[in-house]
């Protein structure tokens, strides 16, 4: 049972809390991706759960132990650092027999479970090399093995895929998600890349300014963001926001004659500054809509099967809406756009969304 | 090299680059080769002649360096000064780089606080001249002015005074660690610049494999700043074969008790410009120098050809 | 845990806190006696100056002696025309090695690192007999030029290492701009070496500052002491008058501990090249 | 800033070294190591002189004694030393004579106030060639702390017997170093002790020149008999002396911690401007010795820079040295260095006149090391010092430091081989 769970951590740096009151459960053998920009806490979430810094408050318990007293070799998890921290100094066995032999676990054993993960992530040919001699992603397997040789309860990865080149990520990738799914590990990952939160997770945290903004399985944080920030984070291109005010009961005004009808969550008050929030790839052109915007085309980016194309309201705002092929629609057009009403998310002054 | 740009890439004529290329390097060639170069040539050259009683100079060949190493009147001094500066710079090296090593370790540690002010006093000391330093330490270890003597006393340990300066079994070892406090600086702002070089996320790395920060340091840091290690053995090396200042700051050109802290740089001094009744000799005074040319030049030659080679160098 | 973290954290500064004190500690001392009457430097060198004890009596010999400030400014003097030249000729050097190709580049690179294994203390003999002949015996040009010579290998080998890292990119658009190789090395390139620069000027100013060799010997006398020299002889003098020697020591250290206070920052970071955290 | 080209950079570098040559016509400029008489040369010697020589003005630029030697050569070398040189005894200014960096002043009017003694030190080998007008000598001896006698109801020693009788008394008493002289500089231990009592051993003059010819041999008993006295001070000399430098031995008289200081002459300056109460008597000779001799040794002469611009001017000033007059202001503003010239001086401090007293009492020497003795290779002076230095420290018997000095003499010195 090697379940994580977090229980009001904080961590402050003298008057800066880096982290607030974070909760957070871990399943066993669940795969959780925390996500965030830069800065907002994550990495310092996952080197907290290392004990690699030292908490202010709260608690954390590894496989039902509370672990915050405990260094980190004692907590039962392993780590692979965004620059994969292999020791230069030592070959790729020595690398990843080093934690094991300071454990004092016997030589027998180490060889055992090195030539396994060696097995498991091919990396035999490869074990009198040192890390300089490897390519990034030889070196990458390399810190993966060197955690699975510890079999920790926890593996925690710190953004392992930023250094490698996109192929290579893509790649890197998908052989984490098997990995996964061989060892049946729990796994605590870090990104700032929500494509590989998507693609990765049993469940995302979504991570701002030292907060919990949203926890919950992929597509639930898609379709159901719980606040503007979720929404914007999640989804590539991100979502488009457009201000409005709360004209009169399901009306919306955008401003410079730019009107919508269309149900608003009863929450909605009259008066009230609202945010449309609205993906491109749920806008359509030129189809007769209930809800629909009209605009001219600033420029169309074609991708091939799809693109994107900016198109400029009246109102001076721009919003990119996905082209599914469309080869008649062309810059300096007007077009209409038409959003599906099941896709319109109505964010509130303070960024929540406001529900039905 | 092969970012070197040439004069066909750039249009130039012959003539013109060649102007370039003087404009750049004439003034650091020049000044360089004429006082640096030639006096290093001359002082070997000078070392081929032998000065005759009625102070003029005849061609001795390599005979110089026969009379400094088996003529008991000269090579007694010589290997006497020779053992010396062996003594001072193994003092150097078994001592101050050590103690520079272990500071640097604990300056780098992580979350320290205060690390730029004990950075900034504890290299004060290197900032200062030899000449101060030599005689203010001259004044705290005097029998006279007694503090030695006082702050060992004041710990119980009054009976250990000794005028160690004075004594022919002490007096090196006593210099030597004076030099070793002044100049305990340099290793270590040079192993913590190493130290600093090494990726946190390594040291994480060790952590979470469970080394505490002793065995860290042992066993992923030391091996990595190997190469800074060296550099600063070589440094400790050509600087100890050169040392001088202190030891005629402290000890004077003679070098007592009986040559006792006796050393290359102050046997080079009194050979070359006498001592009371000791007329100057320069051409036993070249023959020195070049000795000590020799070897340095030994000295950073094993460096570069046998240690830096086999030492491996690791790119973060 | 957490107490053993902090019984660690106190070792540490316990060990640091005395080795600072041990660095510090005779210079505090030397300074401390040198503001007491005779009798209190026998009497208690361990005890700070007091109102009774106190006593100014060292400095008014030291400033008496006029000299003591010409022998500060003979230093500045040299120390700033060693570390200008020095950083001059030693970047344009520099610059012409690393960038421009000729036959006997690799040569003399190597020919100019000699001078970084070997010290030119050991070519003292035949120094001297050069700037005899020079005439210039007694000036501060000849120490300028000895320590020039000295300190050019090291600003050659840092400035270069530093050169070759600046992008290549940077001197083309600067050439298709229509630059002179001139124009190019003294607005583009010097501007850029700055860092480096601090680095070898901190290399060049600490020895240099100190030297008490050179001075000794090519400059001993005639009023072109420098403060080193100038203080080793003005203790000579008084070696007895311990008010002087202790003011005279301090009137050497004070300066340059203030200016070393003041700029420590800048100078460990040229020392470590910039890797200060 | 460009079109600097490398010819300016290479004239603005010439221009600079020409501008810092000295010229300096109508005005002598004084080389000396003496620093310690800088303020007497400035107030009362030069002034004397130029009273009379209104139109000459003279500095006296000293450097520090232990650098005086190389710094002197490196400027001679360079042709920026002064126009009037201060001349060490013997060899290391007849190096400078040989080299043509000393004039001869054997025309000088003033050079018959001198004996051939006195001239010896600055005299060529061969006798007919003087290049340094003598200027004072040193006299070894004791000085005391009348003080420190009177409390202790102590009286000076005559004899060696009585010498170690009273430092005994001062040792037992426990409040005071019975004899001031550390050996950490080591020249204290050959020039205060060995030079200061030896003479009466070796019987002066006669001892001396014996050592010169060859008839005498520094293992002779009166050379072993002179370390062994020397050897007995140990157990008197302060705690620590063995890191005792000159400075903290005047420093330990000066502060009336000590009782007897082993002296030269020039220190009686110190230690007045130290106020000390003090008295002098000479080196006790042994027992059954009927005469006494003491170290009067030629210390210090002047001389003229060969290649001075104003060697007109330097004359008349190295004549006016060796005048009565000079004589008189030297003696007087120096107590502790004695006119070498014939003229009669007289000398108001009482402590330099019992110096100067002993030349009536006792027969003259210098010291043994100086003429000659010197020359070769290993140098018999450092070796002096060496040994001495280790006979007072005890790591060295006094037969050894004889058969020492006598196999370096060996070495290189004919009438030893």
């Not at chain 2, 070589?234 to 700051?249: E, G, H, Q, R």
């Not at chain 4, 009466?200 to 293992?219: Q, S």
């Not at chain 4, 037969?399 to 081989?417: C, I, N, S």
Request: charged content about 15%; overall charge neutral; hydrophobic content about 45%.
């Amino acid at each position: 049972m090697s379940e994580v769970k977090i229980e009001k951590l904080c961590k402050s740096y003298g008057p800066i809390d880096v982290l607030k009151d974070i909760d957070l459960t871990v399943e066993d053998g669940s795969f959780v991706v925390l996500v965030g920009p830069s800065g907002c806490g994550k990495s310092t979430l996952l080197r907290s759960i290392a004990g690699l810094e030292p908490v202010t408050s709260g608690t954390i318990n590894i496989g039902g132990k509370q672990v915050n007293d405990l260094p980190p070799a004692q907590r039962e998890i392993a780590m692979v650092f965004q620059s994969y921290a292999l020791y230069p100094h030592k070959n790729v066995y020595d690398n990843m027999a080093f934690g094991l032999k300071f454990a004092r676990t016997p030589k027998a054993e180490i060889d055992q479970r090195v030539s396994e993960a060696a097995r498991i992530l091919q990396l035999e040919p490869l074990l009198k090399r040192r890390p300089r001699e490897l390519s990034g992603g030889q070196r990458q397997r390399v810190a993966i093995g060197r955690a699975i040789v510890r079999k920790p309860q926890v593996f925690l990865f710190d953004e392992p895929l930023s250094n490698l080149d996109a192929a290579l990520r893509i790649n890197t990738r998908v052989e984490i998600a098997k990995l996964h799914r061989l060892l049946k590990a729990t796994i605590v990952y870090v990104t700032h890349d929500q494509v590989e939160a998507m693609t990765l997770a049993d469940k995302i945290v979504v991570m701002n300014a030292g907060r919990v903004e949203q926890t919950g399985r992929p597509l639930d944080l898609y379709y159901r963001p719980a606040n503007k920030f979720v929404a914007g984070f999640i989804g590539s291109p991100a979502m488009n926001f457009i201000d409005a005010t709360v004209a009169k009961k399901d009306y919306l005004e955008f401003g410079s004659g730019v009107n919508l009808s269309l149900p608003l969550p009863k929450s909605c008050k009259v008066g009230e500054r609202v945010t449309l929030g609205i993906r491109p790839e749920h806008i359509q052109f030129g189809a007769r809509a209930k809800i629909q915007l009209d605009g001219k085309i600033d420029i169309i980016e074609r991708l091939g099967e799809i693109g994107y194309a900016h198109v400029a309201l009246p109102n001076g705002q721009t919003i990119v809406a996905q082209v599914n092929g469309e080869p008649n629609v062309g810059n300096g057009q007007t077009v209409s756009l038409a959003l599906s009403s099941q896709q319109i998310h109505i964010f509130g002054e303070d960024g929540t969304t406001l529900t039905a | 090299m092969a970012k070197e740009t040439d004069a066909s890439l750039m249009g130039m004529s012959r003539a013109n680059y060649m102007r370039l290329l003087a404009f750049f390097l004439a003034p650091a060639v020049i000044v360089y080769s004429v006082f640096s170069i030639y006096p290093l040539l001359a002082t070997i050259f000078n070392s081929l002649y032998l000065r005759q009683t009625d102070g003029s100079y005849i061609f001795n060949g390599v005979g110089n360096f026969g009379t400094l190493l088996t003529d008991t009147t000269w090579s007694v001094s010589f290997w006497n000064a020779m053992k010396n500066n062996f003594i001072f710079f193994l003092i150097h090296m078994c001592v101050q780089n050590p103690i520079g090593i272990a500071l640097a370790a604990l300056l780098s540690l992580p979350q320290l606080k205060f690390r730029a002010a004990y950075r900034t006093l504890i290299f004060m000391p290197t900032m200062l001249s030899v000449v101060i330093i030599g005689f203010t330490w001259q004044l705290i270890l005097s029998p006279l002015w007694g503090i030695s003597k006082m702050l060992l006393q004041s710990v119980g340990l009054g009976a250990l005074f000794a005028p160690w300066l004075g004594q022919e079994s002490t007096a090196l070892i006593t210099v030597s660690l004076i030099s070793v406090w002044q100049f305990v600086g340099i290793p270590m702002i040079l192993i913590y610049t190493a130290l600093l070089a090494i990726p946190d996320e390594l040291v994480d790395a060790a952590t979470v494999d469970g080394l505490n920060q002793f065995q860290t340091f042992f066993f992923v840091k030391l091996p990595l700043i190997i190469p800074a290690i060296g550099l600063v053995s070589v440094l400790t090396f050509v600087n100890n074969f050169n040392a001088f200042d202190l030891i005629y700051a402290m000890k004077g050109a003679l070098a007592g008790p009986n040559y006792s802290s006796d050393i290359m740089g102050t046997l080079f001094y009194r050979t070359f410009f006498g001592n009371q009744l000791q007329l100057g000799d320069a051409s036993m005074g070249s023959t020195i120098a070049t000795m000590m040319f020799l070897i340095i030049l030994v000295g950073v030659m094993v460096y570069l050809f046998v240690i830096q080679r086999r030492i491996q160098r690791y790119s973060f | 845990m957490n107490v053993r973290k902090h019984a660690s954290a106190f070792a540490v500064h316990a060990v640091l806190l005395a080795y600072t004190a041990l660095a510090l500690a005779p210079i505090i001392l030397v300074i401390m006696n040198s503001f007491k009457e005779r009798k209190a430097i026998f009497g208690s060198p361990l005890k700070p100056p007091s109102p009774s004890t106190f006593s100014l009596i060292g400095y008014d010999k030291v400033f008496g002696d006029s000299s003591i400030a010409s022998y500060y400014i003979n230093s500045i003097t040299v120390t700033g025309g060693t570390i200008f030249f020095t950083l001059l000729f030693g970047s344009m050097a520099a610059w012409a090695l690393a960038e421009y190709k000729f036959r006997w580049n690799t040569l003399l690179a190597i020919f100019l690192s000699i001078g970084i294994m070997v010290p030119i203390r050991l070519g003292s003999v035949a120094l001297i007999q050069l700037i005899a002949q020079l005439n210039l015996i007694n000036t501060l040009t000849a120490l300028i030029l000895v320590y020039v010579a000295q300190n050019i290998p090291l600003a050659v080998f840092i400035l270069s290492e530093f050169i070759g890292q600046i992008p290549k990119d940077l001197r083309e658009a600067a050439r298709c701009d229509g630059l002179s190789e001139y124009n190019i090395f003294f607005h583009i390139i010097l501007p850029l070496l700055r860092p480096a620069m601090a680095t070898v000027a901190v290399f060049t100013m600490i020895p240099v500052w100190n030297d008490l060799w050179f001075p000794l010997l090519l400059a001993p006398a005639g009023g072109k002491q420098t403060i080193t020299l100038g203080i080793q002889q003005f203790l000579g003098q008084y070696i007895t008058d311990w008010n002087s020697v202790l003011s005279a020591l301090s009137t050497a250290i004070i300066p340059v501990l203030i200016l070393y206070v003041i700029f420590s920052r800048q100078l460990i970071r040229g020392l470590t090249s910039g890797a200060v955290k | 800033m460009l079109k600097l080209s490398l010819k300016t950079l290479l004239l603005a570098a010439v221009a600079v070294a020409a501008s810092a040559s000295v010229a300096s016509a109508g005005k002598l400029t004084i080389e000396s190591w003496r620093n310690d008489d800088a303020a007497i040369w400035k107030d009362k010697i030069i002034p004397a002189f130029m009273a009379k020589h209104p139109d000459i003005t003279v500095e006296f630029t000293p450097t520090a004694p232990k650098e005086y030697n190389a710094a002197l050569n490196a400027k001679l070398a360079g042709g920026t030393a002064g126009d009037i040189i201060t001349c060490r005894p013997f060899d290391a200014s007849l190096e400078l004579y040989n080299k043509g960096f000393l004039a001869s002043v054997n025309d000088l009017g003033s050079m018959k106030n001198f004996s051939d003694v006195a001239k010896s030190a600055w005299t060529t080998d061969d006798g007919k060639t003087t290049f340094c007008v003598p200027m004072g000598s040193v006299i070894h001896g004791f000085i005391y702390n009348k003080d420190i006698f009177a409390e202790l109801k102590l009286t000076e020693p005559k004899t060696e017997e009585e010498f170690l009788a009273t430092l005994d008394a001062i040792k037992k008493d426990g409040k005071y170093v019975p004899l001031v002289l550390g050996t950490n500089d080591q020249w204290e231990a050959a020039t205060m002790g060995f030079q200061n009592i030896g003479p009466n051993y070796w019987k002066g003059e006669e001892g001396r020149k014996a050592l010169i010819d060859g008839t005498g041999k520094l293992t002779d008993k009166s050379y072993v008999d002179a370390f062994t006295a020397l050897a007995k001070w140990s157990p008197y000399m302060g705690d620590g002396y063995k890191a005792q430098t000159y400075p903290d031995s005047q420093n330990l008289f000066g502060l009336g911690k000590g009782a007897i200081y082993a002296a030269g002459s020039w220190d009686i300056s110190t230690f007045r401007g130290q106020k000390v109460n003090m008295g002098a008597f000479k080196a006790p000779p042994p027992a059954g010795s009927k005469d006494c001799y003491i170290s009067d040794h030629t210390d210090i002469g002047i001389g003229m820079n060969a290649k001075t611009p104003n060697a007109a001017d330097a004359k008349v000033f190295l004549d006016w040295i060796g005048s009565e007059e000079f004589a008189g202001i030297f003696a007087n503003a120096l107590p502790g260095f004695f006119p070498l010239s014939n003229a009669k001086v007289t000398i108001s401090d009482d402590v330099a006149q019992t110096f100067v007293g002993w030349r009536g009492e006792c027969k003259s020497t210098i010291r043994n090391s100086y003429q000659i003795l010197s020359r070769g290779t290993p140098n018999l002076e450092n070796e002096m010092w060496n040994v001495s230095a280790q006979v007072l420290n005890g790591a060295m018997k006094p037969e050894a430091a004889a058969a020492q000095l006598e196999d370096g003499l060996k070495k290189w010195y004919k009438p030893h081989q």
